[in-house]
């Protein structure tokens, strides 16, 4: 049997090295566009890997900046792409963990101000998180003709394809009170989209608040270390049992390493190996967290490290 190849070396590896990983793993953390699925169409073998992974006994998870969607519909989409064993306490999104943060440990007495889509308003909602309700035939003008509620105690920015000055003039001034907190669900800058074209994402949106208050915001997303929290104290899980694979290197290989984890790449998403390499091979001591432990071409290559086993 291979031995399993030394960490944080940016190693390239299939078959038994897999397997010989995987047997020292109890956890899998999936991130999901770029790993599982690209926009609608998924990763060719990613169903059969997830099952393969709970047959061998383990616990996999899916972890996500992406705040559009509730966990329900999440587990719709899984449905939709052929997974057969995905569980909404199997998912944690950003906009989840950010109505968990909110709930469980800041306490938030009073209303958020929300700049964000529905899948970040439904879940503060489920959690019992009261919001700011928007006005549906709100007015034009300036700041000066649209009320601000006295008891906003906290601001939340998320992906929002509506945002606009108005937005970004009231989370401002929510936001000259101290005591208010600023909360974003990620700090992901942009998205890709298909014909090469991209979206401005989270990060953009909660820049620009950042700047026009200047306030600094609490980042739930990867790669701050709150969404492995929030999955750990759920489910008791260990760092040095637990695999991190993702498809960008400044987020998902960062919040593996931030959070003491193993970490791989897989190259069906925005992270090259080459952009890797040069984290690998740069002075600065600080880009040696975005390189991976590992790399494979795609999370199909868990089916053949196990078939070889069996071969074998």
Known sequence: MAGIVSSRGCHMIRG????????????????CDGVIWNGETV???APEVVTLLKQQGKRVFFITNNCTRPRGSYVTKFIRLGFTDVAEEDIFSSAYCSAAYLR???????KV??????????????AGVTIVEEETDAPTGTIYDYPLDPDVKAVLVGYDETFD????????????????????????????????????????????????????????????????ECIASQFNLEPSQSLMVGDRLETDILFGANCGLDTMLTLTGVSTLEEAQCYKDSDDPERKD?????????IADFIDAYGEEEAG
Request: with cysteine; aromatic share 8%; charged share 25%.
């Open 113 to 126: 101000y929300v700049i964000g889509c529905q899948g970040v308003v439904k879940e503060l909602r489920e």
């Open 290 to 298: 975005f390189v991976p432990d590992y790399v494979v071409e795609t």
């Open 165 to 228: 000055f108005i937005k970004l003039a009231k989370a401002s001034c929510y936001l000259q009170n101290n005591d208010c907190l600023f909360v974003a669900t990620d700090p992901d800058p942009w998205h890709p989209l298909r014909g090469g074209r991209i979206t401005p994402g989270s990060g953009s949106l909660t820049a620009a608040v950042e700047t026009a208050s200047s306030r600094k915001a609490t980042v739930i997303g990867k790669p701050s270390r709150f969404m492995f």
């Open 43 to 45: 990763v060719a073998g």
């Open 16 to 31: 038994s090295q897999i397997r010989d990983i995987m047997d020292s793993k109890l956890n899998v953390l999936f991130d």
């Open 104 to 110: 469980d440990v800041v306490k938030v007495e009073g």
